[in-house]
């Protein structure tokens, strides 16, 4: 089963109310720029990071903010030179998102998700499906609750 079918099946089993808008492929924030201006406002950019202990993380912020990487290091419980973000065929290969449609679901034991504390106030956000056509329309409170996340400050101030 890939990714995107996992993160649909989750959402139904929770009855997890969510939109899925199906679009052309996008792979960067400037491509939902250019190609989708509907969803930049709410969208939930999601980074995939590699611990060296074997460790996934999944961080989620606004689509323009920045990763403090500090922070994220020490929620993660490590040095900062511990943590790299991935190659995106390292994301395809390792966590089964395509690029463009990453989206802030630990579906694998090893993988963490945060998410930066600023998406609280967002109501419905945008965010990865697992496939770069589709993005899912999902109420913050509701991703949270199923996500296997955990809302922290991630953005750089």
């Known amino acids: 089963m890939i990714v995107y079918d996992q993160i649909l099946t ?12 199906e679009h052309v492929p996008v792979r960067t924030v400037a491509e ?14 999601t980074v995939a990071f590699r611990v060296k202990d074997g ?9 323009h903010d920045r990763i403090d990487y500090r922070q994220l290091a020490v929620y993660c419980g490590v040095n900062r030179r511990a943590i790299a973000s991935m190659a995106p065929d390292a994301v395809e290969a390792e966590l089964g998102f395509e690029v463009g449609g990453v989206g802030p679901f630990a579906l694998q034991p090893e993988v963490t998700v ?3 504390e600023q998406l609280a106030e967002m109501g419905t956000v945008y965010c990865g499906s697992g496939r770069n056509t589709a993005t899912l329309a999902i109420d913050i409170d509701d991703l949270l609750r199923v996500c296997g ?3 922290v400050s991630l953005a750089r101030g």
């Open 10 to 21: 989750l959402l139904q089993n929770e009855n997890v109310p969510f939109e899925l808008h």
């Open 32 to 45: 939902v720029e250019e190609k989708l201006p509907f969803l930049l406002d709410k969208m939930l950019k």
């Open 55 to 63: 460790r996934f993380v999944l961080a989620g912020l606004r689509g």
């Open 114 to 116: 945060l998410l930066d």
């Open 149 to 151: 996340g955990e809302m």
